[in-house]
């Protein structure tokens, strides 16, 4: 393999920030939002990519996008939080894309970096090159590889598609460098594979054609309902895997992952501290240490053929348990801060007429027809606001309801009436079944936008993660170090 020790090569480089998938109508995730703006951990595709961009020591990014051009931007915000020259660009649409870059002015003696949102190879990970290349797994991989062009490749770039992505190298008579992938071809390569997999020593690219459609697997990642995946595939740490997915054979799962009820996995690997539904079946499983599953449906898995290392059913328990003592005793020392105040909260909205109880669906009790919890909303505050008005005049005047166990502290977005009703019978029955909270995710990661689609895309997210203690506290910290600071800049879990 081509390469010099210095990773800074690069002083420019090339972001194109359009979804891949802008013209099909028939991706989940496209449903709701472009998927290089979906957010996931405080964090969408688009933001992972610049960041391995900038670690590179690159001086100069240009973007180019076409799809929610204004949405993007507020993603990533200005140069100045990066330390970079941030550029933008915006094309009328994605035939357009190489045809401005193609125009773009580039030093003879310099090498720019072009990459995608769908470039899932971290660049970091592998040696830079001597000279114009394309960084790929192995020649027959549909994943999006990273192009390393100069001046000349640059201008020959003009006649290439942007949905053809792919294709480039080849286009461009660019030579491929092949990144040392996986082998996947047996059960001892997955055994063999799993240790430097987890440790992320090996750089991982998931071939697309062997994916369904429009579904983004990396950290943190929500996987929706029904989705079937082919295998060989390494699916990233913290990934949640909704109730009746199918995995296929030849697949590694990573660690802390969700797997939801329902869902059939075989030949595979699960890594240590994942988290294992109900109704679930595994043949020919290697399992490891530390997996956790429900104590209350745990007569339903199934497991045959397996090599269990370690069985963590405690886990769940002790995490659950020990995340609802951290909810509560903060919500405790909070009601005691906020005591001698509250009195005149109440007063003052009252004076002000902005003293409103409005009723919430409470997840749990809206599917069996029961009343909705009244919850006390001061100064115009509710589920969605943020800051100072958030904390007072939402999360303080109903910390009672935390206390009873009625609430969580961290939790899903309560919706009203209206919200509930607008919502499709299958999300209801998604909600219905899980805890309600008054610190949701969203307050961080900005406002909402009053799209039911968004939202759930937001309490898949939060449900997911809910439960782990470590998560509730780091949540609680940026929410309270937010108020403190007044800082907007997002804070990385």
């Known amino acids: 393999m081509q390469s010099v020790p210095n990773p800074k090569k690069f002083r420019s480089a090339i972001l194109v920030t359009g979804s891949p998938l802008d013209e099909s109508d028939q991706v989940p995730l496209a449903m709701e939002r472009a998927v290089h703006l979906v957010p996931f951990l405080g964090k969408c595709p688009l933001v992972h990519v610049l960041e391995s961009m900038v670690a590179l020591g690159i001086e100069h990014i240009t973007c180019i996008g076409w799809m929610n051009p204004d949405l993007a931007r507020d993603v990533l915000g200005d140069g100045q939080r990066w330390g970079i020259a941030l550029e933008w660009i915006t094309v009328q649409g994605p035939e357009e894309v190489f045809q401005k870059i193609s125009r773009l002015s580039v030093p003879s ?213 020990l995340a609802q003592g951290l909810s509560l005793l903060s919500a405790t020392l909070l009601m005691l801060l906020v005591l001698p105040v509250l009195p005149f909260l109440f007063l003052l909205a009252a004076m002000t007429k902005d003293l409103e109880i409005r009723p919430f669906v409470f997840p749990k009790r809206s599917h069996l027809h029961k009343p909705s919890r009244n919850i ?21 005047p109903n910390l009672y309801l935390v206390i ?38 969203e307050w961080l990661n900005g406002p909402h936008s009053g799209d039911w689609l968004e939202s759930i895309v937001q309490d898949r997210y939060q449900v997911a993660r809910g439960r782990s203690l470590r998560y509730q506290a780091h949540l609680l910290w940026r929410y309270f170090f937010k108020l403190t600071t007044g800082s907007h800049e997002p804070l990385r879990s």
């Not at 969700?258 to 399992?287: F, K, Y």
Request: aromatic letters at 6%.
């Open 376 to 396: 006390v909303c001061l100064f115009g505050a509710g589920p969605s606001t943020r800051g100072w008005k958030h904390l007072l005049g939402y999360v303080v």
């Open 109 to 321: 003696n310099e090498y720019v970096l072009v990459g995608s949102t769908n470039t899932l190879l971290d660049i970091r990970h592998v040696p830079t090159p001597v000279s114009s290349c394309a960084y790929g797994l192995n020649p027959s991989t549909n994943a999006w590889p990273w192009l390393v062009l100069n001046e000349q490749s640059l201008r020959q770039a003009g006649a290439c598609q942007w949905h053809h992505w792919p294709l480039v190298p080849d286009q461009l008579g660019l030579p491929a460098i092949e990144v040392p992938g996986l082998p996947l071809q047996s059960g001892q390569d997955l055994l063999a594979a799993i240790s430097p997999m987890l440790k992320g020593s090996l750089p991982v690219v998931v071939p697309a054609a062997q994916i369904e459609s429009g579904i983004y697997i990396s950290r943190n990642v929500v996987i929706h309902p029904t989705v079937v995946i082919q295998g060989p595939v390494y699916i990233g740490e913290d990934v949640y895997l909704e109730k009746g997915c199918r995995i296929a054979a030849g697949s590694v799962i990573g660690k802390q992952c969700r797997i939801g009820h329902d869902t059939t996995i075989a030949n595979s690997i699960i890594g240590p501290e994942s988290w294992l539904g109900a109704e679930l079946e595994c043949t020919q499983m290697v399992i490891w240490r530390g997996v956790a599953w429900s104590n209350r449906w745990k007569a339903e898995i199934e497991i045959r053929d397996t090599v269990l290392l370690g069985s963590g059913a405690w886990h769940l328990t002790m995490q659950r348990t």
């Open 404 to 441: 009873l166990g009625q609430l969580h502290l961290t939790g899903m977005r309560l919706r009203t009436q209206t919200e509930w009703k607008a919502c499709p019978p299958e999300v209801q029955k998604w909600l219905s079944r899980r805890s309600a909270g008054l610190i949701q995710e």
